[in-house]
């Protein structure tokens, strides 16, 4: 199965991707998405913590390891939702939430 062919193209106005099929529309991602603010106490919540530590650059795999432990406040996500670790973007922390967890402030979704 491959990716379905596109004739008609014209200059997406981006300098990375040049050119795009002609019916799509381009738009910054912030305003594609729902950015979740939940914030919850990290003391109170039976929720684990998912630190930016636990998500592999460049592929979004989560990293096996000791449990971090955090303090203060962190965000609540839930299954199905997109972490994107906004404090140092070049490190290209994105990870697919496989369950409820309790994220570093330095996530976003």
């Known amino acids: 199965m491959g990716y379905a062919q596109y004739n008609e193209r014209d200059g997406s ?13 381009i738009k910054r991602l912030k305003f594609s998405t729902d950015i979740i603010n ?6 109170d919540s039976p929720l684990p913590y998912f630190g930016l530590e636990h998500i592999e650059s460049w592929t979004g795999r989560k990293i096996e390891g000791e449990i971090s432990n955090s303090e203060g406040l962190a965000s609540s996500f839930a299954v199905g939702d997109v972490l994107f670790g906004k404090l140092r973007p070049y490190l290209a922390k994105v990870h697919l939430a496989q369950r409820h967890v309790l994220p570093t402030l330095q996530c976003g979704a």
Not at 13 to 25: A, M
Not at 38 to 43: A, H, I, L, T, Y
């Open 38 to 43: 939940n914030k919850v106490s990290v003391e």
């Open 13 to 25: 106005g981006v300098s990375w991707l040049q050119q795009k099929p002609s019916h799509w529309g």
